[in-house]
């Protein structure tokens, strides 16, 4: 019985460390371009002989979103919009930011993010699990990395628009907005009013807000 108890323990430990370090998945061949007219749920992949260069090419972000209402834009790119992304562990997104506009604090909780300024001047920055900001101003050229599950933000500091590339090593890093998640969500309300120290016409403004 101990012998059964000792052998419970390390294939529970092994079970959580694998957990702990998993990321996407190998790709079992060399690329799996979908077929979602035969499943919504689980994506046959395309007969190797009906797969086309342009399953692998994407003109989506050729221009910029609309910014111009709140100030950020962002256009994602996964499989479900790119085919040819599929089971190869990446995504990316294009983000642009009008003068003063600002992409709130989130984070992506299955991805690190590297992020890439196309145009402009970008105040960038994550806060690590110590409550550490890594911050500064990232211009044209420049690259700022986030790591995976770390709230980050960014916002144009400068005088004219500003663009951003972000790529990330998952093919579905999932998208956790502060805001949104905080005073969007169903949160009872006295957590909210002595979390933030807030009265309820102040809750509900915010509440107001950013109800999606």
Request: with cysteine; charged share 20%.
């Amino acid at each position: 019985m101990k012998k059964i108890s000792a052998w419970f323990r390390i294939i529970l430990l092994s079970i959580i460390i694998h957990s702990a370090s998993a990321s996407d998945s190998d790709p079992l061949q060399d690329y799996c371009v979908p077929r979602p007219d035969l499943s919504p749920i689980f994506l046959a992949c395309k007969n190797s002989s009906l797969v086309t260069v342009e399953d692998f090419v994407f003109s989506g972000i050729k221009s910029a979103g609309d910014s111009k209402k709140t100030g950020f834009s962002s256009i994602p790119v996964s499989a479900a919009v790119f085919p040819g992304l599929n089971t190869l562990g990446v995504s990316f997104v294009r983000a642009d930011f009008e003068v003063g506009g600002v992409n709130v604090p989130h984070y992506h909780p299955r991805a690190t993010e590297v992020a890439f300024v196309v145009e402009g001047k970008i105040y960038s920055g994550f806060v690590d699990s110590k409550n550490r900001v890594f911050a500064k101003v990232l211009e044209k050229g420049d690259v700022m990395v986030f790591p995976r599950g770390l709230l980050h933000f960014q916002m144009n500091v400068g005088n004219s628009k500003a663009s951003i590339i972000g790529s990330f090593n998952s093919q579905n890093p999932g998208l956790v907005k502060i805001p949104s998640a905080v005073f969007g969500s169903g949160i009872m309300e006295g957590v909210l009013e002595k979390g933030f120290g807030l009265n309820a016409k102040e809750l509900s403004k915010l509440r107001k807000k950013f109800s999606s």
